[in-house]
C-alpha cells in the first residue's frame, strides 16, 4: 500500500519538509535522512555563518586573490551570474555586505537608513566584479570589501539536489519543501497529480487558487513574511540590489519552472523590476511561468497561466 511520509526538519535557518511516496517505511526513513544529510553537506559548503565555508574564503579574499573552489560552488556561481546576466543584474549575488548592515527587518525598525551609507555600500555590488577561471576553478572578488551570498539560490539549490539524491535511491515520487520552495516529481500515493495551493497574501492560510504540479518546482517570495511598515508605508524585506532599497507595490511573487534553483532565484528579481518588465522576461523564457500579486491586489500572470 503506498503511502505518503512527511518529516518536517529545520534546516539552513528555514523549516523544511521532505515528503516521500512509498510502500516500505524502513527504507522511506532512510531516504529521509540521506536527502537531509544532503542538504546539510550544502548547507555547510553555502553557509556565511562559518568561518570555514567555501562562501566566507571568497569573502576573505576579496580585493586580494582568486581562491579554489569545489566544482560544484564554482558552478553555483557560474549559474547564479548567467540569472544576473538574465535578469539585467535584479539577481545579483554580490549583494551580501549590504542587507544584514542596513535591514534587519525586526519590528523595532523605526526608519529607514541613511542613504548615501547605502550608496557607498552599493558600489561593492556588481555581479560583473565576480571574476571566474574555469580552469583552476577559482572565484575572484575584484573589489576589497565585496561579498557574495546565497541567499536567493541556496534553499532552491538545496531541494534540487536533494530531490536529485531522493531519485537516484529509488525514490519515484515526492516533494522537498524549502520553507515554501518546493519542488515535486511523480504523483501522490493515490496516483493522482501534486496539488499545490497559491497563498493569497492577505490570508496565508488560504489559498486563492490551486494547481495541479508534477515535476515542477515553484518558489514564492511575498512581503506578507518579513516587513516593517515605517511612515505609514509598507517594506518587504526583499532588497532591489540596484538602489539598496527594500521592494514596495507587489505583494508576493510565485515562479513555477521545471527547476527548484531556477525558480528560487527568480523569484527575488521578478518581485523587483516592475510588473511589466518582469511579465515581459518571463514569456521570453521556455518553460517559465509566473503570477504576480500587486499592492492593490491585483493579479498578473505570464501567458500560458490559466488560474482556476
Not at 2 to 31: A, C
Not at 33 to 62: G, P, W, Y
Not at 102 to 110: I, L, P, S, T
Not at 250 to 261: L, Y
Amino acid at each position: 500500500m503506498f503511502r505518503e511520509f512527511k518529516r518536517p526538519q529545520k534546516l539552513m535557518g528555514n523549516s523544511f519538509e521532505i515528503t516521500v511516496v512509498n510502500d516500505d517505511e524502513k527504507t522511506v526513513q532512510q531516504d529521509i535522512d540521506a536527502a537531509i544529510e544532503e542538504i546539510r553537506r550544502i548547507e555547510k559548503l553555502l553557509t556565511t555563518f562559518s568561518e570555514e565555508s567555501q562562501t566566507n574564503l571568497i569573502n576573505q579574499n576579496a580585493g586580494i586573490q582568486p581562491v579554489k573552489v569545489d566544482c560544484e560552488v564554482f558552478e553555483l556561481i557560474e549559474r547564479s551570474l548567467r540569472i544576473s546576466h538574465i535578469t539585467n543584474g535584479y539577481f545579483d549575488i554580490s549583494y551580501g555586505g549590504i542587507d544584514k548592515s542596513f535591514w534587519n527587518f525586526d519590528r523595532e525598525m523605526k526608519q529607514l537608513p541613511d542613504p548615501e551609507l547605502i550608496k557607498e555600500h552599493l558600489k561593492l555590488v556588481n555581479y560583473q566584479n565576480i571574476l571566474l577561471n574555469r580552469e583552476n576553478q577559482t572565484v575572484f572578488l575584484k573589489e576589497k570589501g565585496m561579498r557574495i551570498g546565497f541567499g536567493g539560490i541556496g534553499k532552491g539549490y538545496a531541494a534540487e539536489m536533494a530531490k536529485r539524491l531522493l531519485q537516484k535511491r529509488g525514490v519515484a515520487s515526492g516533494i522537498v519543501n524549502a520553507s515554501g520552495d518546493l519542488t515535486t516529481w511523480g504523483n501522490q500515493a493515490d496516483g493522482k497529480p501534486w496539488t499545490i495551493g497559491i497563498a493569497d497574501p492577505e490570508n496565508a492560510q488560504q489559498p486563492f487558487s490551486y494547481m495541479n504540479i508534477t515535476d515542477m518546482a515553484i518558489a514564492t517570495s511575498g512581503n506578507y513574511e518579513k516587513f516593517v511598515v515605517i511612515n505609514g508605508k509598507k517594506y518587504s524585506h526583499t532588497i532591489n540590489p540596484k538602489t539598496g532599497m527594500p521592494v514596495s507595490g507587489v505583494k508576493s511573487v510565485t515562479i513555477f519552472c521545471p527547476n527548484a534553483e531556477i525558480a528560487d532565484a527568480m523569484a527575488t528579481p521578478v518581485s523587483i523590476m516592475g510588473i511589466d518588465s518582469a511579465l515581459n522576461m518571463v514569456n521570453q523564457i521556455n518553460h517559465m511561468e509566473c503570477i504576480i500579486i500587486d499592492d492593490q491586489d491585483k493579479i498578473y500572470s505570464s501567458q500560458n497561466i490559466n488560474l482556476k
